[in-house]
């Protein structure tokens, strides 16, 4: 694979990729001057511009285009990305969050092709962070280019915003929303504007545009984990079954508040040269509350003859307990993220060259308050029951509205501090050359300079003595009764009414304080120093990339071939805790490293709408910062915790990539596509058993493997039925279906898996309606099961664990009341998804997880 890179030595010229004019039909030349006075607008025109940008792009890329201002699908960045193939999106409380390309997570988001972020242990920029309606598309990179930034094995997904000269003169765009959570039973607001103007002047033209989003949602979810499974003889003689270890009920409660805002000038002067800056802000809010039971039976007694088992297998179908241990928590758990860029540059264009400086500085803010204060108490019965629709678990013998029934349990205060900022400049060139074969040579150089700090703050203190802990009835004004008390629509499986902590009252460090003081606890809220670390990373990239194209007989022949330079600087600073020690030493650690990543892209354009693509590169992913952090995190709640490793080394992957592509229409298309990574480094985490303070903590760390393997196939399409006669003319239908095959290394010696998170199968399935004043989409998104990490117990060692197979479904329908007024309604988890996940066999039962359905409904006006 190595040696099919160096032969083809490529550095796939990105190319400018922009809007194709919606009116222009996408076959050859003298086609498209026939049909470019037609209009064409809406979903068809945005269907179309995505089309354009795959078409006539010089590497492999997938395209989402919002055609008409505020139209882009989804509430946000992730949850609009789900609709590409080979993109799988991971589910935040019901929301799009996580993304992996052609199965690996490893994805670098760049914003008008600039490096974006947000500040955490990971390097990615969270794109939950963007709403939508900010952008006037996302292109998604698969294969790679010399002058595109590396860093995502898996793929770039740039996100582009709209400029003021892109549309000529005066434009105003403005909606309302409401969205209801069935669920949390709440309605929130979401609006935008959109404000843009050009003239043109005698110093020449001149832009201003600025625009804002606001969106709210109220959220619910309803979590059962049943306990993970634990080998026990004692339940039936002679045997050793498999017992579940308790359960762990949370009900969750929140509001998610999203703020985006951005602002851009655009000056040419003469039509040669341009002027032009950017400021754009992200704030992304999660306030939340949970509640909930959590009752672990790990030697406990069971109620002799109690146990079941599932037919033909010895894991425990039903069983009851004497005397078992419970808590009840009441949580904040409150998340904020706070990002800035700031950019400005110029652009200087001739008939045979092109030269762009562009200087950009981000900051990024992530905070985390996470407070807990618990009741505990003994239960003289549980009973427990892990198979129907929702398991089990039930505390009897006991009043849990009574305060007497409670002792206070632990008290916990986390808040972690991340802190990032990151300076870059660019500069790329490009010339155009008169040849039979070569047709541009492009260079350029990047300069960059991130740094990320991490402050962490820590405290788990339980009141009284292990002997005598402290009767909950004089701190009643504490606690009430548990208000999130309906779950899985007030299932009588599970308990739901109990006294519980009041979050509201433990949010801030005042209230938390005071309370802390009430319960006679002296140890202190404070930084955990030992936690806190800095990284700063330098990097100088430079890439040279020539374009080509030639005829092979009778077929054209383009494409492009380079090579991208990069030398990275690392300092990490922090805190080392190694094996055998109980104080951690301070470290101070630099390293360097040079990275030479080659890449070619060729097009064969078989006919006027066949093509054949090929690529061949090298990619690069560096480890995040939490993983590279030395610091060790410690979770005294669960004698758990996780520590970094500042020697790992970063991914590199081989990559070979085919695409042949038929567009027979300007929105109908046919494709099919193949992959091949063969990554190195890759980072899986082990643990380890370390004794600290003379408790025994299981240690996290990560580690590199030997090797992972991704390969696949794509296929899918789209097209309007124009064919068909009236009404039904305005039917189209996107589709695509993904396979991916992966194995990679564990921590278990011999042992391979997939990847985690990533199905073997997944699917996308639209149906549209375009006609007139009405268009509707009907989406639905498919996922096979999926591997979520592999667990270890007394009987087994790399148990996996998987998450069911599911599917989501979402629709909207907009009416023109006029052509500057659109109505629109819309659903999202019309048939909440649940998940399901479970230990090797869907016996060994695992996690019990459903969101809200969500309904919107609005009005956008544009001019």
């Known amino acids: 694979m190595r040696f099919a890179s160096y032969i083809l030595t490529g550095a796939a010229a990105c190319g400018i990729i922009g809007f194709i004019p919606a009116a222009q039909a996408q076959t050859s030349a003298p086609a498209q001057d026939e049909v470019a006075d037609i209009v064409v607008t809406g979903i068809r025109a945005s269907l179309q511009s995505a089309q354009n940008i795959k078409r006539n792009s010089d590497k492999i890329v997938d395209s989402i285009v919002a055609e008409d201002i505020g139209k882009l699908p989804d509430i946000n960045v992730a949850e609009a990305l789900q609709r590409v193939s080979g993109i799988q999106v991971s589910r935040d409380r019901g929301e799009g969050g996580g993304v992996a390309i052609r199965g690996l997570s490893q994805v670098l988001t760049t914003m008008n092709g600039r490096e974006v972020f947000t500040a955490g242990g990971g390097r990615s920029f969270n794109l939950q962070d963007v709403p939508s309606e900010l952008l006037s598309g996302i292109d998604v990179y698969k294969t790679p280019s010399a002058d595109l930034i590396e860093g995502g094995i898996g793929g770039v997904i740039d996100l582009r915003t709209r400029k003021p000269l892109d549309k000529k003169g005066f434009t105003f765009s403005a909606s309302a929303r409401g969205r209801y959570s069935d669920l949390a039973d709440d309605v929130k607001p979401m609006a935008s504007v959109l404000v843009s103007n050009s003239w043109d002047t005698d110093a020449g033209e001149f832009g201003i545009l600025v625009s804002a989003a606001y969106q709210e949602r109220a959220f619910a979810t309803d979590i059962i984990n049943v306990g993970a499974p634990n080998g026990r003889s004692d339940i039936i003689a002679g045997q050793t079954v498999n017992t579940p270890n308790g359960s762990y009920q949370p009900a969750i409660k929140g509001n998610r508040r999203r703020i985006g805002v951005d602002g851009i000038v655009q000056w040419k002067p003469t039509p040669e040269l341009e002027f032009y800056g950017q400021v754009s802000y992200q704030d992304f809010r999660s306030i939340q509350t949970q509640f909930g039971l959590n009752i672990p039976t790990n030697g406990r007694t069971a109620v002799p003859g109690s146990a079941t088992l599932f037919d033909g297998t010895k894991d425990v179908e039903s069983i009851s307990y004497n005397n078992v241990s419970f808590s009840t928590f009441g949580v904040a758990r409150d998340t904020y993220d706070e990002n800035f860029q700031y950019s400005g540059g110029v652009t200087y264009e001739t008939d045979k060259a092109r030269f762009n400086l562009d200087a950009s500085y981000s900051t990024s803010k992530n905070t985390l308050y996470y407070s807990e204060l618990d009741l505990t108490g003994v239960a003289p019965l549980a009973q427990q029951t892990v198979s129907g629709s929702v398991p089990s678990m039930l505390l009897s013998g006991i009043d849990l509205n009574n305060i007497a029934s409670y002792t206070i349990g632990a008290m916990t205060r986390n808040e972690n501090y991340f802190k990032g900022d990151m300076w870059a400049i660019k500069g790329d060139a490009s010339f155009d050359i008169e040849s039979p074969i070569l047709k541009s040579l492009n260079f350029g150089l990047r300069w960059a300079k991130r740094g990320m700090d991490f402050t962490p703050v820590r405290f788990f203190q339980t009141p009284g003595t292990a002997a005598a802990r402290l009767n909950a009835a004089p701190y009643a004004d504490l606690f009430m009764a548990n208000p999130l008390n309906s779950m899985f629509s007030g299932s009588g499986n599970i308990n739901q009414d109990f006294l519980v902590a009041d979050p509201d009252a433990l949010r801030s460090m005042d209230s938390f304080n005071a309370i802390r003081q009430q319960l006679g606890i002296t140890a202190q809220v404070g930084v955990s120093a030992p936690g806190i ?22 077929v054209p022949v383009d494409g492009n071939i380079g090579v991208r330079v990069i030398r990275t600087g690392l300092n990490v600073t922090g805190n080392r805790l190694d094996a055998g020690q109980t104080v951690p030493t301070p470290i101070d650690m630099d390293s360097n490293y040079m990275s030479v990543l080659p890449s070619a892209n060729i097009r064969f354009k078989l006919s006027d709408e066949l093509q054949l693509r090929l690529s061949a590169s090298q990619v690069l992913t560096r480890p995040g910062f939490g993983q590279l952090a030395p610091t060790l995190t410690l979770v005294p709640a669960q004698n758990t915790g996780s520590s970094g490793n500042p020697d790992l080394r970063p991914l590199k992957a081989d990559q070979l990539d085919a695409s042949l592509e038929y567009y027979f229409s300007p929105t109908g298309s046919l494709y099919l596509a193949g992959f091949y990574r063969n990554v190195q480094n890759f980072i899986l985490t082990g643990t380890v058993l370390r004794n600290i303070d003379g408790i025994e903590y299981s240690i996290s760390a990560p580690t590199n493997s030997n090797q992972g393997k991704i390969k696949g196939v794509e296929v899918g399409g789209q097209t309007f039925f124009d064919f068909l006669p009236g009404l039904l003319s305005g ?32 699917f996308n399935v639209s149906a549209i309606y375009e006609k007139g004043p009405l268009s509707a989409r009907l989406a639905y998104n498919w996922r096979d099961k999926f591997l979520t990490g592999l667990f270890t117990n007394n009987v087994v060692t790399g148990l996996p664990v998987y998450r069911k197979a599911y599917g989501w479904l979402d629709a909207s329908i907009n009416l023109d009341v006029t052509k500057n007024v659109t109505l629109s309604l819309e659903g999202s988890n019309l048939t909440r998804s649940k998940t399901h996940t479970y230990y090797g066999r869907e016996t060994l039962v695992g996690n019990l997880e459903q969101d809200d359905i969500q309904v919107l409904g609005g009005v956008r006006v544009t001019f």
């Open 731 to 762: 039917f189209g239908v996107q589709a695509n279906y993904t396979f991916v095959d992966s194995s990679t290394g564990t921590s278990i010696a011999g042992l391979s898996t997939p990847l985690t998170d990533l199905s073997k199968h997944s």
């Open 533 to 554: 670390y800095s990284i700063d990373e330098t990097t100088l990239a430079g890439y040279a990339m020539a374009k080509y194209g030639f005829d092979l007989g009778s």
